[in-house]
């Protein structure tokens, strides 16, 4: 049992005790670093239950806590707090049993309690670009602190390979690409394939301006341009059948996943399996079906069928259109039904997609509990805002996304200048540098992302992101680096049997209360879906050790005991950012 658990049931007695009264629940608070304490109960909530002053209610329990709880030695009363100070042996206590916990703060995986979660999901007709990023870090962030959570985790994508956006790069490649390949041009495939791409929005948009200038009426030239209506019979071949563009289609494709593969290993993600669109899109069509005899959808005079949800607040959703062909909505139903065929242990699913997407996720789990599948309690959209540059907006079709490839290696090339300037790396080798700045340049993409709540939108700044300084990924890179220094300088310590001291300094007790907040960190984590939990913690872990270490002596500490401790205490500090960091993804350097 914690502390506050404990201390819950304290209170609870103590109330009852001494006020005769039955306290539904306790507030906890750390205590304000202006007050002695180390942990504060909020008395103003028992007023609904205790009457009298706030006070002398504090008072009252301070004094049955002191003789009740050993943990307990003093305590203070400001206004309605109730600040208790905790002894220095239950910190190093719990110290003992975290020092040699390797997994602290993780829980054991419960096979039965699977949850997948999805992120990344791209189109094949171009490459990954700044958006992408951020979708992927927050996807395998999340399912890497489910994890820690103790949930078994199935990590997924849906590859968009199929519609009319792949066949206008498919026809654009016919038509000006000259048979070029990645092989003869030395492009990433995705690169090459997003090139046609946007070779066929230029091609369309002179064929739209010549109508034009024939009198045509612009809405009509777009949907007549005679480039868009051959894409549209391309389609129509591909949904036939049609070996030669089929055949096209699986090149092309194959040219994007090759250029992902390398993208997704880079950036540092990675997924436990795949789902397409060219297999799952004509999914749900029977599940429609079924709730038409259920009830749950109904068919309109134009043979179209529907589902009412005005009476949840929404309104009403198409699930097949009058000819029988399915939308979006259909196609994620019978996905998702799919998915928990294919993963019988799946409880839940997690899906990372912009908040643009908020309304249809709202109506596709609705649906799907309407359906009557249990799992749908546990669906849930992990929304975010989209990611700005000081350039401004991105645009795909015109050619003008912030590349992921090329994003990552400006964030090594920037790494690199600002590292060079400090000059704090002599002895390493070219290569040696070459790997740092790849940490540092990365680690700072990262963590910029990741220390943001999922749902607000994020203005990127390359140059800011790498700070040494601040609540950066390279200030805790590098507090991380020093603490690796004092560990390689205590190499003729025994770090693992020593006893230890009896009592604290107050920057090491600060330090230890930060540490013990790792396991709720994760839980906390965990339940809101947000990396960002994480990543702040890390930055707050950091900065309590860096006014430790500059407020008490380490390796020259006379007295043996206090020097060990704080050379252990160090080493657990760094053990905890380098879990953390793991749950962001990001790596750690043992040297800056």
């Known amino acids: ?109 419960k096979e039965n309690d699977a949850v997948m979660v999805e992120y990344s999901s791209p189109n094949t007709n171009k490459p990954l670009h700044l958006g992408h990023i951020r979708n992927n870090l927050l996807g395998y962030s999340v399912a890497e602190i489910l994890k820690a959570a103790g949930k078994k985790v199935y990590k997924t994508q849906i590859i968009n390979d199929r519609g009319i956006h792949i066949c206008k790069s498919m026809l654009a490649w016919q038509k000006f690409g000259a048979g070029e390949t990645p092989k003869s041009t030395g492009l990433k495939g995705d690169k090459l394939v997003g090139n046609y791409y946007v070779a066929f929005d230029k091609a369309y948009k002179k064929e739209i301006a010549v109508l034009v200038e024939k009198g045509i009426d612009k809405a009509i030239a777009e949907k007549e341009a005679p480039i868009l209506q051959e894409a549209q019979q391309m389609l129509l071949k591909w949904e036939a059948g049609d070996e030669e563009v089929v055949g096209l289609w699986k090149q092309m494709n194959q040219w994007v996943y090759d250029g992902f593969a390398v993208t997704y290993k880079n950036l540092g993600v990675d997924f436990d399996t795949l789902y397409y669109e060219s297999d799952t899109y004509l999914l749900g069509k029977d599940v429609v079906a079924a709730g038409l005899e259920k009830g749950v959808f109904f068919k309109k005079d134009d043979h179209s069928v529907w589902i009412d949800l005005t009476d949840d607040g929404l309104d009403e959703k198409i699930v097949l259109r009058s000819d029988g062909t399915a939308v979006y909505m259909t196609q994620d139903i019978g996905t998702a039904i799919q998915r928990v065929k294919d993963y019988p242990d799946v409880g839940g699913m997690v899906y990372t997609v912009g908040n643009e997407q908020d309304y249809h996720f709202k109506v596709l789990f609705l649906i799907l509990k309407k359906l009557g599948f249990s799992w749908a309690d546990n669906l849930f959209h992990l929304s975010y805002g989209m990611v700005d540059l000081p350039s401004g907006k991105m645009k795909s079709r015109e050619g003008t996304v912030v590349d992921a490839d090329d994003l990552m290696a400006d964030m090594t090339a920037t790494a690199g200048n600002i590292s060079e300037e400090l000059g704090k790396l002599e002895g390493y080798s070219a290569k040696e540098k070459e790997e740092l700045y790849q940490i540092i340049g990365l680690g700072a993409l990262k963590y910029y992302i990741l220390k943001v709540d999922p749902k607000k939108r994020i203005l990127f700044n390359p140059e800011e992101s790498v700070d040494f300084q601040g609540n950066t990924g390279p200030f805790i890179q590098y507090t991380y680096a ?90 657990k500090v760094g053990e905890v950012i380098a879990s953390a960091f793991k749950l962001l993804g990001i790596k750690v350097p043992d040297r800056m």
């Open 482 to 571: 020093r603490i690796q220094s004092i560990l390689r300088k205590a190499t003729d310590l025994n770090l693992s049997d020593d006893p230890l001291p009896t009592e604290l300094h107050p920057k090491e007790k600060e330090l230890l209360k930060q540490l013990q907040g790792y396991p709720e960190t994760i839980q906390l984590a965990a339940a809101n879906y947000s990396p960002a939990l994480i990543a702040n913690y890390t930055y707050d872990l950091v900065k309590e050790f860096n006014s430790f270490y500059q407020n008490v002596s380490i390796l020259g500490e006379e007295d043996q005991l206090k020097r060990v401790f704080r050379i252990q205490l160090s080493q």
């Open 1 to 109: 049992m914690n502390i506050q658990d404990l201390l819950e049931v304290k209170v609870k007695e103590a109330v009852l005790n001494v006020f005769q009264a039955s306290l539904p629940t306790v507030e906890f608070q750390p205590t304000r670093k202006d007050f002695e304490g180390d942990i504060t109960v909020v008395v103003f909530p028992m007023l609904r239950v205790v009457k009298g002053n706030p006070v002398q209610i504090g008072e009252q329990i301070g004094n049955y806590l002191v003789a009740e709880v050993e943990e307990i030695i003093a305590f203070n009363v400001i206004k309605g707090f109730l600040n208790l100070v905790i002894s220095d042996g239950f910190y190093l206590a719990e110290f003992l049993e975290m020092k040699h916990d390797r997994s602290f703060g993780h829980i054991k995986t």
